[in-house]
């Protein structure tokens, strides 16, 4: 079977790390997963939350946005509507878990790293692109902390994070799937794995019909196969 | 290991439907799962949403919410905040899906299916509890539909739907946490399943340590025996 | 003239108090009038609003609100449209005032009692329902500061309160309207009553046409008839 | 007794109506009473809601609103918090009533009017002030509709309509409070009247002690000596 | 060429100023030019925002609103709205500028003054109406602050502040257009001007067609002569 | 006189101009004006606002919105704050303006172009660049149109449209400020050309002292020099 774009079952779509993109932040990676281009942005600000405070423990938090014209028809803004919608609640939510999956808040101090994600295209996997592109931008913030004493970089990342989606698509299992494949799948789940193999979130949802726990068992096969390569690319990005 | 409460690590707290405990609701019950207390009620109004009309097909949407007190400490209301959490978003969003995963839109006919899930005692496993009554009360609502001749209940459903979760909690798999348990958990899962054995959700997050394949397997192996088990119980309160 | 429901003129519904329905709450209520069913509980919350702080004194607030369902219809969530109705406004502020008007705030020191009343199901006279449930879920909260020593019950509240709808229906004046006499209603007076006889509030609406002074003493007289009874069965559920 | 002002106990603050205040609105008053100085505008805007669409029937409506420094102290916008309080809404709602009691809506057609009282200044009793000239901007309005052939204003108007607050400071009733009075008395009524001594609506609220029987019927014979007056200027200020 | 209502193209409509039309405010003027009036409210107030606490520097803002029936046809009510227009932004963002523009913040001491500018009707130049009342109510805030001993009125003010509009109508450069010339004119002109005549702010906008630069410099010409009579008048009402 | 980054006082930046930056809009540009970065996207979306319906005419739109790390230091999501704020409604409805300058709207026919700038990265200019780049994105949108014969781009666009800030900095006229120079400028103004020679908008503002008539003057030649230099650089991008 070939896919829309010619990519195997269980292939990702082409990876692009581009670190620095922004002059002003800590830490940022512009990411690219196919047409997918999502701007991860790192602030390192002083002090946590109030509820937080005095806890000698550090805070991670996200927030993503989609661009009105990242999609293919022009969404209104979620600014000029006045209020968030339960997608993008949902997105930022799962994305600030994640990362704070592989942090040591203790080592972190009271300072809190806020993560934006903003969409800049979308073609299916922005969540899971925002996480991997994101622990990227975090590890080059954690640098930045290092490099001006605050926190030591090697302590405060416990493991690299990866995100990615897995589909069934027409009775078939599907690695990374993008936005013509996400549409028409029955069964969608995002899965983000730290770089030791061990699970932080798995999310699996029956679009159509439910799904049978082999063709769990057969997902998750190949969400590991395609977090592992990740994990390999932004090792690479991050030596470069 | 004995629990907090005496249960064995695969056992649910006790679980009871009192059907009709709304008079004006087309289909409702009152559902407690220990001290868990949520009350489901389910309203059919003609018509659907505008991007849906002219389909010919239905639809089911859901709202949950907490009352201020349900908690052990009082929580202010998101109507007096002017808006609602991520987490009200996203547990309504989680309902929705899992009831549409079960029904059958055209059968339905342009009508729609809304679920308000207010939860009035909180003792972990409220969204869990509220997808296991909503589908007690939808069936009663169902069953109304029929009675006036709008669409047959056997149609409508596919099968039933039930959800539990399971967590890790000192290190042991366990079914059915209550707010102590959840609270300390390592790992904590919400799995939504039909009566027929199969999945239609599937959400594990790693609160503290990330988690290994194995554990995830036997997480989804006590969700498989609890979800049997309500099921069983829901086929009694609907046959009574 | 028989009514709707076979009562006389001046007769009220049957009215019961579940008192500590809630298990975190210091002091709750399900009262029920008629199919009216409300849900009243009181939080006991340390300190007092910020333009109220070095004061010495407590305070009293209320917050009401209705289920989506508890009408005849679906209604849709205040949270959801992201503001409160004037009608939702107007009642909250009644139940507080009411309440504070049987209380001593010097001897309750600086804490607030945080009294929600949710409509669960509506048959008429919520918020008269709601305001004599919640004198007995007060005096519960209060009980429990007594027993912690932080104030004495006796001392905190100077009075009983409750409080009933009167109304003229096809030019007859009635006591305790439900929901189909209301709408009919041309004249709708809800009155707030001590156990001692006195006027708390009284807000009396021409809905049809204007009334004159004796129609106005005629619903009083039948209000005090019915805040006497409320006020004996607030006592005996209190005594039980 | 003699009052701050040097009133007697049931005298009216001088009352004046400029009509015409406005250039553009159909009907308009700058009434004054005392230092209360309150801008009604009526505009006759052509439909109805879409609730009473194909009814025949028309519409009033009101809004009230204080502008920032009416207050002896600066109070903020509720434009710019964004939400309306609740004293806002409970006061739109029953001017909104009061003129609604004296209109016959289907005279007046599916034509709606939309009554603006905005407190330029504000010495107590600004919502009774409010009713009281709204309904002369309300006379002028439906004048201007009956020249314009599109309602008789003779029967649009079935009486007039005035409103004076009474309460008891200081264990004296009196008719009309200003400020300092309004803050200090023990009960505070607003009542709404009819040119024919019909009530329209009683608001009676103990702000401090509960209020004996007695006391009531002394503060609604207060109100109806300042009703009475009230109409007579109204009519004096419409025959000029 | 004569103006709609007689007017030669350079001459401002009649211009009057009535100080002290509020009891409450430190500075109070109700201005009128020609049938526009705006009543401009300047509250002073002890502290700063947070952002300039200790820094020893006194602070100015404005908060620009239209009465809904000030205009010909009614407007919703940004307060019922929730939600502030673009509009409304702007002018109040540009009335704020034009009195810090002449403000010695270190004179003025860790207070601020709050400007309120109420359009009660409107018939063109509101905005610049706003500006030119604003200024001698500002003035006499700034004297009831000497009074005081606050501050020195005439250290506090560096100059004093006007402004106009102007515009192209039908080709012609016009001065203060009404608002059947502003909303046909190619273009328009707000200007504001100290005493001294410099410039503030110069806003200009092509409506319609672009506009040349000799274009832009009558109309500034005529601006110039505008303030330069406005400023004369604000000296004859601060004398008066 | 050497400026901070070696520029002389009337140099632009280095721009540059992306097209085509994203696969779904019809037009749009990454315009790059130094280190400020603008994202502008244009959709066409069939029908106009209600309005505007029936007219024959088409209608252009703008919104303008910053990422929360483009700036130095992260500043708030205006869609978790719920609001606009006055600068982004302010800058929004400057960019509509200034494109509907070149418009033709009854050749466009009823359509709507929604032009979107969000800014990536800010280092000062970042409206002026939002105008240039737009115009550019706006092209080519109009060149998609009448690839599908929906208008002819020649006939649409009237001329072309750029706009550049300029400044008084240390009391020396400036061109294209940058964010160290914009901060500090006494004075600021922004102006939109046509590549014509025609003014769309003038908006100057004194930041520190009010500024002479002579500086005004100066300030309006730097900005025809710097906009007729973007009018050829818009031209070269577009010839590409």
Sequence with gaps: MTRIDGRSADELRPVKFARGWLEHAEGSVL??????????????????????????????????????RSTNTRSDRESVKGRLGGRTHEISRLIGRSLRGIIDMSVLGENTLTVDCDVLQADGGTRTAAITGAYVA???????????????????????????????????????????????????????????????EVQGTAEGAPF??????????????????????????LAS
Tied chains: 1, 2, 3, 4, 5, 6.
């Design 138 to 200: 975090l590890h080059d913030a954690v640098t930045w902390l290092g490099t001006r004493g605050l926190a030591s970089s090697e302590s405060v990342l416990s493991d690299s994070v990866a995100a990615v989606s897995v589909g069934v698509v027409d009775g078939e299992p599907m690695l990374d799937l993008k936005y013509e494949e996400d549409v028409t799948a029955e069964t969608d789940m995002n899965v983000v794995m730290t770089g030791g193999g061990s699970f932080i």
């Design 31 to 68: 990411v690219e997963s196919g047409r997918t281009r999502v701007l991860c942005a790192v602030s390192v600000i002083e002090g946590v939350p109030r509820w937080r405070k005095g806890s000698g423990l550090g805070w991670v938090t996200a927030e993503y946005a989609m661009l009105p």
């Design 212 to 237: 049978s726990r082999s063709e769990l068992d057969e997902l998750l096969l190949y969400a590991e196969t395609g977090c592992a390569r990740l994990t390999e690319l932004q090792r690479e990005a």
